[in-house]
């Protein structure tokens, strides 16, 4: 790359610390992947993420983005040359009209505590605003990022810059798939292998079982066609309850080999639980967390896991513990005015 090209994606930060060799810069494309993969997989053990990503992966996901051009909307951090760190943002609006403009980004450990993360986070914010600028102002308008409770050094710079945790979740484990109860579906209602001309069906019914959660949103025009393409999109192994012609509930299972690779485990997923309106309290989810169980176990699975919304309105956490889940990571979101 020439010099002139250096200074034409270079970008001068107010807030950039005193380090020599620093530089923040845009994205260059899929040639920057490799090198921001290295930056994730660097912090994954000592922030306790447990990640598995691959090169595929990120070359999928960033050419499927949504509301996000990544050529004007990250920031990536170099020192004498290494890529050591980079910011993301993005926006969504909720069903209540809330436009919700997050940030997320990855340091490696020995470049923490040195003021970048501040600059990172700041850049964020005041990209943020001038994408917000252009937005109409019909609802509330908050930043918004999350954090593992374990990650202290996010948590102190989120505090520290005004943001106040806002909603909790956690990470769930079942440490064997040992005495899976025998639960009986729900009269009327059966389980089908999952046809492709299904999908759209199974699509449409999960966004309409999730309209009652925290965060939810409309979907948007590509997000079908990305959800195909997601790395848990496995329908070979999901439980999707029919009643008739009408999807009544589901639990979306997967595997993730990679994972279970580096961390030399044998876990499934219980996950994508959803039940809509007309078929709740009438124990399906319960049902089909126990089919999806026996399949793992089947599988030569012998853990399996889950995320919950700690403050879920129909009462899922207290579900999953009576299936044998027990809590063992905190997730934090953090929010601040715009």
Known sequence: MSANTQIENSIELPDAPAIPGIRFRRYRGEVDLPAMLEVVIAGTEMDGTERSDTLEDMTKNYSNLKNCDPYRDMLLVEVNGELV???????????????IYLHFGFLKPEWRGKGIGTALLRWAESHLREIAADHPETGPRVLDSWTLEQ????????????????RYGYYMLRPDL????????????????????HLRTIWDAEIEAFRDHWGATDPQDGDFDRWLLESSFQPDLWQVAWDGDQVAGMVRTFINKEENERYGRKRGYTEYISTRRPWRKRGLARALMAR???????LGMIETALGVDAQ?????????????????????????TL
């Open 151 to 166: 990650q202290t050094h996010l948590v102190g710079l989120l505090e520290k810059e005004g943001y106040e945790p806002v």
């Open 178 to 197: 040992e005495n899976i109860p025998d639960l009986p579906m729900p009269e009327g209602l059966e389980v089908r292998p999952v046809e492709k001309e």
């Open 85 to 99: 760190g980079y910011n993301r943002v993005l926006w969504e609006v909720e069903l209540d009209g809330t436009r």
């Open 312 to 336: 879920n309105p129909s009462g899922a956490l207290q579900i999953y513990e009576s299936m044998g889940f027990r809590a063992y990571k905190k997730e934090m979101q953090y929010r601040k």
């Open 292 to 298: 999806s169980m026996q399949l793992q176990k089947e």
